[in-house]
């Protein structure tokens, strides 16, 4: 009886795995290109005496958030990377990976949050730690968004 059982369960996953539709690798493609689209783009910039950051935020179909930003800081290399995160709320959790000036052999990634208030996105500073090789923003220390350098004001993206 077992055996029986076994062996139309076996039986019934094959033919369903067969009944599956057949995707060609070119379709497969289209359809990740399609989810990856930006649905939309928003430029920021935010400048503080002699630093100059830019933003640029693509919104993908899926939710999550893509984008670029270039970081000038005075005294410093600038920083030039890709930020991908999400929205929790109307606080935007990001993973900034970028290269500095003069050191491209070297990749960096922080953990970045930006608060939306109103037509601004506010960089906070919060508690970072860092665990066998990877920093993230610690979950039970607040972050402060009102003593902050960075207050991205929107503007027309080039």
Do not use: H, W
């Not at 497969?28 to 935020?57: G, M, R």
């Not at 953990?111 to 610690?138: E, S, W």
């Amino acid at each position: 009886m077992r055996t029986l059982v076994t062996s139309c369960l076996i039986l019934s996953c094959i033919v369903l795995q067969s009944c599956k539709k057949n995707e060609t690798p070119k379709e497969v493609e289209a359809i990740q290109a399609e989810a990856e689209k930006p649905v939309s783009v928003d430029c920021y910039q935010a400048i503080y005496e002699n630093d100059t950051v830019d933003l640029k935020l693509n919104t993908l179909k899926s939710g999550k958030i893509g984008g670029d930003m270039v970081m000038k800081v005075a005294g410093a290399a600038e920083k030039v990377g890709k930020i991908q995160g999400e929205f929790r709320g109307d606080t935007l959790f990001v993973d900034y990976t970028f290269i500095e000036e003069g050191n491209k052999n070297k990749t960096f990634k922080n953990p970045m949050a930006f608060l939306k208030r109103d037509q601004q996105l506010i960089l906070g500073n919060g508690t970072m730690q860092t665990t066998m090789g990877v920093t993230y923003l610690v979950k039970d220390q607040p972050i402060d968004f009102d003593r902050v350098k960075y207050k991205f004001t929107s503007i027309p993206c080039k």
